[in-house]
């Protein structure tokens, strides 16, 4: 986001998108499918810190989380190939995020193999070992939550038809409100990745200058906070994978190869500020 914007919340939990289908798998031994959103076929990633004890990453599972660094080093993550289980260990997922998609389906595999009640499937070194458990299973009443990655870069698509429409509304009038490129081509916004915080994070509201006097524009601006912040609920996807190089395009055929996972997000706009600039 640039200063025409406040910050964006981004939920703290990644749903992941490199799964096949898994509707029919048998639930958790660890959930119940009717009381909660984290169910085996969910499985969304995040960061998560305890009292005493560094951030790292986790899984969410009912009404725990799953420490994968801890389950990393208990063995237990060994057999998923390409996988450095000490990447879990750390304060954000983008060393996770930055395995190719096999391996983002793998290890979602080894976890629904170590979780589910389905005994063709199954590995039950986790639900038999009371004490690994203790170590491995966190209540999630008990966590903190932390941005899952370091954001490096953001791009804010104009992607809802209605939006653009209303946005232009304001800007241009309902005449000209929806520009001719629109429909032909994906409208995307560099942004600040550093306002981008965790959902929970108080935010200031933006102050820059405002038209004094619409009928009038020479009679200039004057510096003040925001008087039309606008809010928008917004999908955000998280990018990883093999990097690219420079000039390098990403196909639409492989697009889906490097979608690690999707949050919610709530994008916060200084509509006045960015109108008059």
């Given at each position: 986001l640039d200063h025409r914007d406040a910050t964006p919340y981004s939920q703290s939990l990644i749903m992941a998108a490199s799964s096949s289908s898994t509707d029919a798998m048998a639930p958790a031994w660890c959930a119940d499918n009717e009381s909660t959103d984290y169910t085996i076929q969910n499985l969304p990633y995040g960061v998560f810190s305890t009292p005493g004890?560094?951030?790292?990453?986790?899984?969410?599972?009912?009404?725990?989380?799953?420490?994968?660094?801890?389950?990393g080093s208990a063995g237990l993550?060994?057999?998923?190939?390409?996988?450095?289980?000490?990447?879990?260990?750390?304060?954000?997922?983008?060393a996770f995020m930055g395995y190719e998609r096999p391996v983002w389906q793998a290890t979602r595999a080894r976890l629904q193999q170590l979780l589910t009640t389905d005994e063709s499937i199954a590995d039950f070194a986790l639900r038999d070992n009371q004490a690994l458990?203790?170590?491995?299973?966190?209540?999630?009443?008990?966590?903190?939550m932390h941005l899952p990655a370091t954001i490096g870069d953001y791009t804010d698509?104009?992607?809802?038809?209605?939006?653009?429409?209303?946005?232009?509304t304001m800007f241009r009038g309902k005449d000209n409100a929806l520009q001719p490129?629109?429909?032909?081509?994906?409208?995307g916004y560099h942004g600040r990745a550093s306002?981008?915080?965790?959902?929970?994070t108080d935010v200031a509201r933006p102050s820059g200058q405002l038209q004094k006097d619409k009928d009038d524009p020479k009679q200039g601006s004057v510096y003040?906070?925001?008087?039309?912040?606008?809010?928008?609920?917004?999908?955000?996807?998280?990018?990883?994978?093999?990097?690219?190089?420079p000039g390098e395009p990403v196909t639409m055929e492989d697009a889906e190869n490097h979608i690690f996972g999707m949050v919610v997000m709530n994008d916060w706009s200084a509509r006045d500020i960015q109108k008059w600039e």
């Open positions: 004890k560094a951030p790292r990453c986790g899984v969410a599972i009912g009404d725990s989380v799953v420490d994968l660094a801890a389950l993550l060994n057999d998923v190939a390409g996988l450095d289980p000490k990447c879990f260990a750390e304060p954000t997922l983008n458990q203790e170590q491995v299973m966190v209540p999630l009443s008990s966590v903190s698509f104009y992607s809802s038809r209605e939006h653009a429409t209303n946005v232009g490129n629109w429909l032909h081509l994906p409208v306002s981008v915080y965790v959902t929970g003040g906070a925001c008087r039309l912040l606008d809010f928008e609920l917004e999908m955000a996807f998280f990018v990883g994978g093999r990097p690219m190089k």
